[in-house]
């Protein structure tokens, strides 16, 4: 029996050079612009999370604008409800994906059908029946329904509307899928109606969605760890961990040791070793949105970059140290600031609610000029925020 390679040593800096690039963060437009290629970042991303705070433009929105410098709100309308190339559903979070790969998200609805939603047990068959009978006439937002008797809600995120409940329940459950949105207020229809297919695809196997996981973070991390391929899906990572070590062997991934790492194992293709990477320009900078897939898994985040995000929206203002939704300035292959930002929609305004030095930033050589490069992307930032 072969003894496993002994990992390739790999500083932080070339980790950082490593996942830049494979986010796309190295180039200022790598995916073009219009509706294709909010497809095109959505597939070589995966996902691109949803979240509803918008005390600056929406995480969705903020997370294609940082890889399309031309990005507008209407493209991402058009991939979706148009062009039907991306749609929605869960992966750690509720995210838009690719349409091509919806196969490998339905064992999931079908889990959800066959054994029901933890949490949506309380939905009755009454209220079910109700919404299908009206989705089946045609698309349905929940403001179309007012006969709803509200009820009690039983966890916090919960809607006290019993129609949007069974909403919920069926988009989990694939019958139903999100075909537009306005804001947040979602229109529901009836998968296959919005995607013209007569039956749905072939749901892929255990096998095949483990390769895609893999895959997946292969191509828009780069340098992965079974925590960050199996963010929150800690269920899968021993399907994963047996897929890794096969690829080992047979010398399509390479094992590496990144500095400060510890005892936690990383692995990259060998082209991204041979690649070499030519840096990062100084000038580049993105105003990155906290549930940016560079910095949602913090841990990580921390590790390849030295920075601890501190998410604070849900912490007491007196015990604030970056702000309320302070977002990380990456300059570069640094990340040297965190801004807490607040768009003034009516004064038509972005305002500067605290700035804060992280990283090299706090080093006061060169930061005149350093601030003066954020300066200018606060510029460009705040006419995406404040466009209509």
């Not at 490593?18 to 290629?37: N, S, Y």
């Not at 497809?39 to 005390?55: E, F, P, R, S």
């Not at 898994?297 to 604030?320: C, D, M, S």
Request: glycine share 6%.
């Amino acid at each position: 029996m072969s003894r496993a390679p002994k990992p390739l040593p790999l500083t932080t800096t070339q980790a950082r050079q490593i996942w830049l690039h494979a986010q796309r963060l190295d180039e200022r437009a790598p995916f073009g612009d219009g509706a294709q290629a909010v497809a095109d970042a959505v597939t070589h991303l995966g996902y691109v999370q949803i979240d509803t705070i918008n005390v600056i433009e929406r995480s969705h929105h903020h997370i294609l604008f940082s890889r399309i410098p031309s990005y507008r709100r209407a493209d991402l309308r058009q991939a979706q409800s148009v062009d039907r190339s991306v749609f929605e559903y869960w992966t750690h979070a509720l995210s838009y994906v690719p349409s091509a790969d919806f196969r490998f998200f339905l064992p999931a609805m079908r889990e959800h059908k066959r054994e029901g939603h933890k949490w949506y047990a309380s939905v009755k068959l009454a209220d079910t029946r109700k919404v299908m009978r009206l989705l089946r006439a045609g698309p349905l937002t929940i403001r179309d329904i007012e006969d709803d008797v509200l009820t009690e809600k039983e966890h916090l995120w919960q809607s006290r509307k019993p129609s949007k409940r069974a909403l919920q329940l069926a988009f989990y459950t694939g019958v139903a899928t999100i075909s537009a949105r306005l804001g947040m207020l979602k229109t529901y229809d009836m998968m296959t109606r919005h995607f013209g297919w007569d039956k749905l695809p072939k749901p892929a196997s255990a096998k095949e969605i483990t390769a895609y996981l893999l895959d997946r973070a292969l191509r828009s991390q780069g340098v992965v760890s079974l925590d960050s391929i199996c963010h929150l899906d800690a269920p899968r990572k021993k399907a994963v961990a047996s897929l890794i070590a096969a690829r080992v062997r047979r010398g399509d991934l390479v094992p590496v040791a990144i500095d400060g790492a510890g005892k936690q194992e990383h692995w990259v293709q060998p082209s991204v070793l041979e690649d070499g990477g030519e840096g990062l320009s100084p000038d580049l900078v993105h105003i990155l949105s906290p549930f940016d897939p560079l910095i949602i898994q913090r841990k990580r985040t921390n590790l390849i970059f030295g920075y601890n995000h501190l998410f604070e929206a849900y912490v007491p203002k007196a015990k604030r140290k970056l702000g309320y939704f302070a977002l990380p300035v990456l300059v570069g292959d640094e990340i040297v600031a965190a801004l807490d930002l607040k768009a003034d929609r009516q004064a038509k305004k972005l305002l500067m609610q605290k700035w804060t030095w992280v990283g090299q930033g706090k080093k006061t050589v060169g930061r005149k000029e350093l601030k003066r490069k954020i300066e200018d992307e606060l510029d460009r930032f705040e006419r995406f925020q404040l466009e209509e």
